[in-house]
């Protein structure tokens, strides 16, 4: 059973929910951040949930690939997958979806800026058969690192134009916590491939008329110095993508939850996740 964390919590977590029967894919697209990567890793590592990790390597050239050979090693990585060329985020993101064996899956950057340990914060809703997909907002409250304005406002006017498409009412379109059940990611044809993936993924699910959950999540975010990446050109594709996946197709199909869910079907069956990769447990 995972421990509250970060005051972000409204309080202990519900012993009811099957939280040992769950298991969470964690997709980590990597690009040269051979300085926090292995950090973020340890730090995954110590969440008390069941969890698959898959770390996707997109063309890294500093020193990044060795490390994450030694933190496969290590048993810190389940699986580990590397881009000859630099691709972009999406097609990372993509790349480790493909892999993904987990009852649901979630994206975690490798620069520390999303703390991993609110990651039982953002699957209760799932548990509890309220969403399909949990969104980590870090515009709802949560503690945050004052950074870049028109960021912001970038950020801001990028999730109204997704709104106006998609008639949801999110504040935090380009947020990278976006947790969604495996079941309903397998159907959603994705194919940005840098930072498009965000408005991508928000239009498939709204299309899929998906459950979508926001909560609030801490953020620490990085200055250009500190090897922060995204720049006014992703702002301009991200634009782009919001008017083509929301416009054109291919469109994602409604979709409904199984009942049971997947992971209760395997509490009753006494077993666990659906594919055969190594997954740690909170000990």
């Known amino acids: 059973m995972p421990p509250y964390h970060s005051g972000l919590l409204a309080g202990p977590p519900d012993p009811s929910l099957p ?8 997709v980590i697209p990597v690009y040269n951040e051979v300085g926090t990567v292995e950090a973020l890793l340890r730090r995954v590592a110590e969440v008390p949930l069941r969890k698959e990790v898959i770390v996707v390597d997109d ?8 490390v994450l050979k030694r933190m496969k090693e290590e048993g810190l990585v389940d699986i580990l997958l590397f881009q000859e060329k630099n691709q972009g ?3 990372a993101v993509v790349t480790g979806f493909r892999h993904a064996t ?13 703390d991993p340990y609110e990651l039982p914060l953002l699957l209760r809703p799932i548990l509890e058969g309220k969403a399909d997909a949990v969104y980590g907002s870090r515009f709802l409250g ?10 912001y406002v970038g950020n801001t006017f990028l999730t109204l134009l997704s709104n106006m498409f998609t008639d949801l009412n ?28 965000e408005p991508e993924l ?9 459950r979508i959950y926001e909560l609030p999540i801490s953020y620490h ?7 922060k990446k995204i720049n006014w050109k992703d702002g301009l594709a991200a634009l782009w993508y919001i008017f083509r996946c929301n416009l054109f197709g291919p469109k994602a199909k409604p979709w409904a939850p199984e009942k049971p869910a997947p992971w209760e079907r395997a509490r009753g069956e006494g077993g666990g996740g659906e594919g055969d990769a190594q997954r740690r447990g909170s000990d």
């Not at 063309?59 to 060795?66: A, F, K, L």
């Not at 975010?221 to 090897?227: K, L």
């Open 19 to 26: 939280w040992d029967q769950v298991v969470l894919s964690v």
């Open 59 to 66: 063309g890294s050239t500093d020193g990044t690939r060795e």
């Open 89 to 91: 985020k999406g097609a």
């Open 102 to 114: 987990g009852h649901v899956t979630v994206v975690q950057d490798a620069d520390l800026e999303y």
């Open 142 to 151: 949560g503690p945050h690192r004052v950074l870049f304005f028109w960021h």
């Open 170 to 197: 999110l504040t935090d379109m380009e947020t990278c916590y976006k947790m969604v059940r495996t079941d309903l990611l397998r159907t959603l044809p994705l194919s940005a491939k840098r930072f498009g993936i």
């Open 202 to 210: 928000t239009a498939r699910l709204a299309q899929a008329k998906a």
């Open 221 to 227: 975010g990085r200055s250009y110095a500190e090897g």
